[in-house]
T-cell receptor, first 110, second 112 residues
């Protein structure tokens, strides 16, 4: 079971780049790394998924070093609406490894 | 809009009662997952179904059960309800067992 460790909370200001790092030391060879965003009283929303190196989409980038024991979600130029909890999830979905950690509560200030 | 529909949005019931939560996955998704989220708590994985068959089981109580029907919708049954069962219950779906999850907006259950 790939356990993940993230900071409990982070603060940032509008317009800044935010990087949230997730540690997953016992990641398995076939595990993917997926990040979700959750607003209060809403279901988590898929942000980005990667296996190795770097992945970029219209909302974020995901950096994964060669050893894959950690990953960093990068949010460019955050706004107040990016205030949310961000979860890192590691594992395959067709086994029992789809357990979310505590997540990182990001607060963006004006 | 994730395409995952959960009903009802809110449910208030008394201790000892039984309720059924319903989930319609995104069109084309074969896998359905159920999660429980208590106030200010993380997401607790309950159970996963793939194309009608149970695929994985998490921290699901014996008082809880679920199933996925031939049309791929799923129901989560909660019985002998306790105050501590009050929570948001989320359903998620994915194309298969290896794709990202798409969550519904949840059913808020309040047990009084």
């Amino acid at each position: 079971l790939a356990k993940t460790t993230q900071p409990i909370s982070m603060d940032s200001y509008e317009g800044q780049e935010v990087n949230i790092t997730c540690s997953h030391n016992n990641i398995a060879t076939n595990d993917y790394i997926t990040w979700y965003q959750q607003f209060p009283s809403q279901g988590p929303r898929f942000i980005i998924q990667g296996y190795k190196t770097k992945v970029t989409n219209e909302v974020a980038s995901l950096f994964i070093p060669a050893d894959r024991k950690s990953s960093t979600l990068s949010l460019p130029r955050v706004s107040l609406s990016d205030t949310a909890v961000y979860y890192c999830l590691v594992g395959l979905y067709n086994n029992n490894d789809m357990r979310f950690g505590a997540g990182t509560r990001l607060t963006v200030k004006p | 809009d994730s395409g995952v529909t959960q009903t009802p949005k809110h449910l208030i019931t008394a201790t000892g009662q039984r309720v059924t939560l319903r989930c319609s996955p995104r069109s084309g998704d074969l896998s359905v997952y159920w999660y429980q989220q208590s106030l200010d708590q993380g997401l607790q994985f309950l159970i996963q179904y793939y194309n009608g068959e149970e695929r994985a089981k998490g921290n699901i109580l014996e008082r809880f059960s679920a199933q996925q029907f031939p049309d791929l919708h799923s129901e989560l049954n909660l019985s002998s309800l306790e105050l501590g069962d009050s929570a948001l219950y989320f359903c998620a779906s994915s194309v298969d067992g290896n794709s990202p999850l798409h969550f519904g907006n949840g059913t808020r259950l309040t047990v009084t």
